[in-house]
């Protein structure tokens, strides 16, 4: 396997809701000669309909990957794998996929899911994402040069409904999600601790008890002189 | 000792008692001012040498010949009063006046001529330009609120023969006060108006208060007064030591008689849970009661609104009533509040309590929960209170994501920000028991060497000994050493108290290695 221009430090987890026996969040993390490539799906609703979606998505991507399929086609083919209709009328499962390729890109495509949050040296920047239609729903794909310490964050949006219960009047919203993030970070952080933090925080305001599935993946780039890079899967 | 004041009206008193009183109050008032306007010159040479302020040295001020002067005023009933009061007012003249340099001297009686003089002297200020018209209409609304404003009447001791006292009529179960308002000269003949009652001293034995020949000095007059006092009253029946100083006031041609008791409450009660009582980012206070173990029992917030003197007593009446229920210790922030970091959210709900009220509110709490028989609160330092982690303690300002959310960077523990000062002052006890002395630990010379610098301990292991019996040993018994001597390092006392009220010290150290 070719080695990467710059080590990344991936992990990825997600939380069941409270009381309930399946996740509807997976995520699956792939590493191979083009990169680090990650999918999180978000099985909209819960219980068993939305874990099924969500692994057939994990699925569709880790095969197509083996393909050497790019990730704007594997996005897609998953939007048209899935059951016809707004996320009103059918079940279908939401889907963040992150690669960053040997090269130092970062391509990123997503639908339904909160968009990624990228922080470099520390600070959030935006992505500025382009938006494609398929089946009527909308699919975000954004590109950028992966640097040394750069951090993304992509999260379930069972995450953002943590603070629902609470009496904040901003909510916890991408936007905390961020600052919290960038106020967490520092040179020498690991991705294993900023998932950790993610889902120790929406815990917390959910008061231990999950009203949804929470799901977190950070991809960490670090140094280059860094040897202890390391992978932390499900 | 605790003391609280009761607020006691003279029933209906005589014209005769009325005059009695008014005139007592003039001479008083006049007879103040006039020791204050005498020793004005050596009070402000005494705040500008700096020099140490003592009781004893402010007295000496009044001399015999000022002393004898007082008598031209008839009060020779409230010398010892009028002393005290003017050696009081001396000394917060003297720490106002190192402070602020341009305090005023303190002026506690304007009679006319005094009044007409200084009416007169703005008039010509403002003639001469030397003041504005906004100044000039400012200073002669304080003069005319001044004109003719009595001071209230210090008794400075409780006794039955001077100053005052209270007296308790069993079989009509009312309360009288027995008031010397009166020198030998002035005293008048006659019945006091409580001859026909059974009235007994509120004094030890609770002898019966006679009528003597002779002219009296002082008067008797009924009380009237609430529930409240009327327990405390009886409280102090059954105990009269609790009756010290007084005041006789006259507030809107009402008499009224404030008197300071002592609370003498039961044994508090172990308390089984915590309540840290914190700021309110949003205004008022906000509290949080925690279990023995920490865990979380109750949260809530106080926001009364209420006039600005009166809001300490109804946020206070709030926390002891939910101290009560959870039978809480509760836990204060020290110094008022100060530095404790709150965030001010612009959409406040209603005025955010300051740090003095705050340290008012301490104030009052120190004596409202003893006589509720609960612990007395405990204050603690709030340094970077609103930026700690209630869950590990983590303080830094990242931890604040916003004004209202906070989030630990180093455990993830998120909550709302309002309570987060709360949470922590709940904790801090628990913590504090939790926590474990540190013994240092460094190797030298092939042995192993204990210390703790604020203990004073220091004890070197025994080559090739392994087993750290012996310094534990050796621990226990320099704790014992040190039991009964006073430790002067606030420090080495803390941790010889921790230490030696642990059940075994090896559980309540723990090894650092250096």
Same mark, same amino acid.
């Given at each position: 396997?070719?080695?990467?221009?710059?080590?990344?430090?991936?992990?990825?987890?997600?939380?069941?809701? +409270?009381?309930?026996?399946?996740?509807?969040?997976?995520?699956?993390?792939?590493?191979?000669?083009?990169?680090?490539?990650?999918?999180?799906?978000?099985?909209?609703?819960?219980?068993?309909?939305?874990?099924?979606?969500?692994?057939?998505?994990?699925?569709?991507?880790?095969?197509?990957?083996?393909?050497?399929?790019?990730?704007?086609?594997? $996005?897609?083919?998953?939007?048209?794998?899935?059951? $016809?209709?707004?996320?009103?009328?059918?079940?279908?499962?939401?889907?963040?996929?992150?690669?960053?390729?040997?090269?130092?890109?970062?391509?990123?495509?997503?639908?339904?899911?909160? !968009?990624? /949050? +990228?922080?470099?040296?520390?600070?959030?920047?935006?992505?500025?994402?382009?938006?494609?239609?398929?089946?009527?729903?909308?699919?975000?794909?954004?590109?950028?040069?992966?640097?040394?310490? !750069?951090?993304? /964050?992509?999260?379930?949006?069972?995450?953002?409904?943590?603070?629902?219960?609470?009496?904040?009047?901003?909510?916890?919203?991408?936007?905390?999600?961020?600052?919290?993030?960038?106020? $967490?970070?520092?040179?020498?952080?690991?991705?294993?601790?900023?998932?950790?933090?993610?889902?120790?925080?929406?815990?917390?305001?959910?008061?231990?008890?999950?009203? !949804?599935?929470?799901? $977190?993946?950070? +991809?960490?780039?670090?140094?280059?002189?860094?040897?202890?890079?390391?992978?932390?899967?499900? | 000792?605790?003391?609280?004041?009761?607020?006691?009206?003279?029933?209906?008193?005589?014209?005769? =008692?009325?005059?009695?009183?008014?005139?007592?109050?003039?001479? @008083?008032?006049?007879?103040?001012?006039?020791?204050?306007?005498?020793?004005?010159?050596?009070?402000?040479?005494?705040?500008?040498?700096?020099?140490?302020?003592?009781?004893?040295?402010?007295?000496?001020?009044?001399?015999?010949?000022?002393?004898?002067?007082?008598?031209?005023?008839?009060?020779?009933?409230? =010398?010892?009063?009028?002393?005290?009061?003017?050696?009081?007012?001396?000394?917060?003249?003297?720490?106002?006046?190192?402070?602020?340099?341009?305090?005023?001297?303190?002026?506690?009686?304007?009679?006319?001529?005094?009044?007409?003089?200084?009416?007169?002297?703005?008039?010509?200020?403002?003639?001469?330009?030397?003041?504005?018209?906004?100044?000039?209409?400012?200073?002669?609304?304080?003069?005319?609120?001044?004109?003719?404003?009595?001071?209230?009447?210090?008794?400075?001791?409780?006794?039955?023969?001077?100053?005052?006292?209270?007296?308790?009529?069993?079989?009509?179960?009312?309360?009288?006060?027995?008031?010397?308002?009166?020198?030998?000269?002035?005293?008048?003949?006659?019945?006091?108006?409580?001859?026909?009652?059974?009235?007994? @001293?509120?004094?030890?034995?609770?002898?019966?208060?006679?009528?003597?020949?002779? =002219?009296?000095?002082?008067?008797?007059?009924?009380? #009237?007064?609430?529930?409240?006092?009327?327990?405390?009253?009886?409280?102090?029946?059954? &105990?009269?030591?609790?009756?010290?100083?007084?005041?006789?006031?006259?507030?809107?041609?009402?008499?009224?008689?404030?008197?300071?008791?002592?609370?003498?409450?039961?044994?508090?009660?172990?308390?089984?849970?915590?309540?840290?009582?914190?700021?309110?980012?949003?205004?008022?206070?906000?509290?949080?009661?925690?279990?023995?173990?920490?865990?979380?029992?109750?949260?809530?917030?106080?926001?009364?609104?209420?006039?600005?003197?009166?809001?300490?007593?109804?946020?206070?009446?709030?926390?002891?009533?939910?101290?009560?229920?959870?039978?809480?210790?509760?836990?204060?922030?020290? &110094?008022?509040?100060?530095?404790?970091?709150?965030?001010?959210? =612009?959409?406040?709900?209603?005025?955010?309590?300051?740090?003095?009220?705050?340290?008012?509110?301490?104030?009052?709490?120190?004596?409202?929960?003893?006589?509720?028989?609960?612990?007395?609160?405990?204050?603690?330092?709030?340094?970077?209170?609103?930026?700690?982690?209630?869950?590990?303690?983590?303080?830094?300002?990242?931890?604040?994501?916003?004004?209202?959310?906070?989030?630990?960077?180093?455990?993830?523990?998120?909550?709302?920000?309002?309570?987060?000062?709360?949470?922590?002052?709940?904790?801090?006890?628990?913590?504090?028991?939790?926590?474990?002395?540190?013994?240092?630990?460094?190797?030298? &010379?092939?042995?192993?060497?204990?210390?703790?610098?604020?203990?004073?301990?220091?004890?070197?292991?025994?080559?090739?000994?392994?087993?750290?019996?012996?310094?534990?040993?050796?621990?226990?018994?320099?704790?014992?050493?040190?039991?009964?001597?006073?430790?002067?390092? #606030?420090?080495? @006392?803390?941790?010889?108290?921790?230490?030696?009220?642990?059940?075994?010290?090896?559980?309540?150290?723990?090894?650092?290695?250096?």
């Amino acid at each position: 396997m070719r080695k990467l221009a710059v080590p990344i430090d991936v992990c990825g987890r997600c939380v069941n809701r +409270f009381g309930e026996k399946l996740c509807g969040d997976r995520i699956e993390i792939v590493r191979n000669e083009a990169g680090v490539t990650a999918i999180l799906a978000d099985g909209l609703g819960g219980g068993a309909k939305a874990a099924i979606l969500a692994s057939l998505a994990v699925k569709m991507m880790s095969a197509m990957l083996a393909r050497g399929e790019p990730i704007e086609e594997i $996005a897609g083919m998953i939007v048209r794998s899935q059951p $016809a209709g707004d996320g009103a009328t059918a079940d279908y499962s939401a889907f963040t996929i992150l690669q960053v390729t040997s090269g130092g890109a970062v391509f990123v495509s997503q639908t339904g899911t909160p !968009d990624v /949050v +990228f922080l470099r040296r520390g600070k959030p920047v935006g992505l500025e994402p382009v938006r494609k239609t398929v089946e009527g729903r909308i699919i975000r794909s954004g590109v950028s040069g992966a640097g040394e310490v !750069d951090t993304m /964050v992509a999260v379930g949006s069972g995450l953002l409904r943590a603070g629902a219960d609470r009496e904040l009047r901003e909510g916890w919203t991408l936007k905390q999600i961020s600052a919290y993030m960038a106020n $967490a970070w520092t040179p020498r952080v690991t991705a294993e601790k900023l998932v950790r933090l993610l889902l120790a925080a929406g815990g917390s305001l959910s008061r231990g008890k999950p009203k !949804d599935d929470f799901s $977190a993946l950070v +991809f960490r780039m670090h140094r280059s002189n860094r040897q202890d890079v390391g992978e932390h899967g499900l | 000792m605790v003391y609280k004041t009761l607020m006691l009206q003279l029933y209906r008193p005589s014209r005769h =008692k009325r005059d009695l009183i008014d005139r007592a109050l003039l001479r @008083y008032s006049r007879a103040l001012q006039m020791l204050l306007s005498r020793c004005e010159a050596p009070i402000d040479a005494l705040a500008a040498s700096g020099a140490r302020v003592s009781q004893k040295g402010l007295l000496a001020m009044v001399d015999r010949k000022t002393s004898r002067d007082l008598n031209e005023f008839h009060v020779q009933p409230f =010398k010892d009063s009028l002393k005290i009061e003017f050696a009081a007012l001396a000394a917060a003249y003297v720490r106002q006046k190192r402070k602020h340099p341009g305090a005023r001297y303190p002026f506690v009686h304007l009679d006319a001529p005094r009044y007409r003089a200084a009416v007169s002297r703005c008039v010509d200020r403002l003639d001469r330009g030397l003041i504005s018209r906004a100044k000039f209409e400012s200073d002669c609304a304080k003069l005319i609120d001044r004109e003719g404003r009595l001071r209230p009447l210090y008794f400075g001791r409780y006794a039955v023969d001077r100053d005052y006292c209270l007296l308790y009529d069993e079989f009509k179960d009312r309360f009288y006060a027995k008031l010397y308002l009166l020198n030998s000269a002035d005293g008048y003949a006659g019945k006091t108006a409580a001859s026909s009652l059974s009235l007994r @001293y509120l004094a030890e034995g609770l002898p019966p208060m006679t009528d003597r020949n002779g =002219k009296k000095r002082y008067i008797v007059v009924p009380l #009237a007064f609430g529930k409240k006092q009327y327990a405390d009253l009886k409280r102090a029946v059954e &105990n009269p030591r609790l009756l010290h100083t007084a005041r006789l006031a006259k507030r809107d041609g009402r008499y009224y008689l404030l008197v300071n008791i002592a609370c003498e409450p039961g044994p508090a009660l172990p308390a089984a849970s915590t309540m840290g009582v914190s700021r309110g980012p949003a205004g008022g206070v906000v509290y949080t009661v925690c279990g023995p173990g920490g865990e979380l029992l109750k949260q809530g917030g106080i926001a009364e609104r209420a006039e600005p003197g009166q809001i300490v007593y109804v946020l206070c009446k709030r926390i002891v009533d939910v101290a009560r229920e959870n039978v809480s210790q509760v836990i204060l922030e020290a &110094n008022g509040g100060k530095n404790d970091r709150m965030p001010s959210p =612009k959409e406040a709900d209603g005025p955010v309590l300051s740090n003095r009220r705050y340290a008012e509110l301490a104030a009052v709490l120190r004596y409202k929960l003893p006589e509720k028989r609960l612990p007395p609160p405990i204050e603690v330092s709030a340094n970077g209170l609103f930026s700690t982690c209630p869950r590990c303690a983590n303080r830094t300002a990242r931890n604040r994501i916003s004004d209202e959310l906070f989030a630990c960077v180093e455990c993830g523990y998120a909550s709302e920000m309002k309570w987060i000062g709360s949470e922590n002052l709940a904790g801090r006890l628990i913590k504090y028991r939790r926590d474990k002395v540190p013994l240092t630990v460094s190797k030298q &010379n092939d042995s192993l060497l204990f210390y703790n610098k604020n203990l004073g301990f220091r004890y070197r292991l025994p080559v090739n000994v392994t087993d750290y019996k012996p310094m534990y040993d050796e621990l226990d018994r320099y704790l014992r050493s040190l039991d009964g001597t006073f430790q002067k390092d #606030a420090r080495k @006392y803390a941790v010889w108290k921790k230490l030696r009220q642990s059940p075994s010290v090896r559980d309540a150290v723990r090894l650092v290695l250096k």
